[in-house]
């Protein structure tokens, strides 16, 4: 149930940053945060991160139902694994449901905003933060807690 709430908390900030967003900035509208380092700069990509195929939103939507359809079976399956892992795969899911709901309703793109000024990295938004931090959770599950690794 906790990994439940996580992932609708995830989820509700993804919406609600950009909500928030679409409500106060226009396309391509840039607010400095921090000088060089951090700035929210409205944006809306029909790809994936750096750009990458453009305008292949049925792409995008049918692998994120495959995935989701997937990780639903592999979790009644197997349950509750570890709470890192659990927590990783409801951060992933949250943020494949926040994109996906952008990709559905929002034929222009997924709404980016969040943007490191500090690195060349493309701008992003809340839910590609929940689904980086859930996969590193998941990585570090494997690395560290998994009991069915193989020793050497």
């Known amino acids: 149930m906790i990994y439940a709430i996580i992932g609708i908390l995830a989820l509700a900030a993804d919406f609600a940053s950009k909500w928030a967003v679409k409500s106060l900035m ?27 195929l453009q305008n292949q939103r049925w792409l995008f939507i049918t692998v994120t139902v495959i995935v989701i359809a997937v990780t639903a079976v592999l979790i009644i399956k197997h349950g509750s694994i570890h709470p890192v892992c659990n927590t ?7 943020g494949a449901v926040g994109n996906m709901i952008d990709r559905i309703f929002y034929p222009e793109g997924v709404i980016d ?11 992003f938004n809340i839910a590609d933060c929940a689904v980086c931090v859930g996969a590193a959770l998941i990585v570090i599950y494997i690395i560290f807690f998994d009991k069915n690794k193989k020793e050497d």
Do not use: H, T
Request: glycine share 12%; net charge neutral.
């Open 113 to 123: 905003f969040i943007c490191a000024e500090f690195i060349d990295f493309p701008i």
């Open 88 to 94: 990783g795969v409801a951060l992933m899911l949250s």
């Open 26 to 52: 226009q396309p391509g509208q840039k607010i400095e945060i921090i000088s060089g380092i951090l700035s929210l700069n409205y944006i809306r990509n029909k790809g994936m991160a750096w750009g990458l």
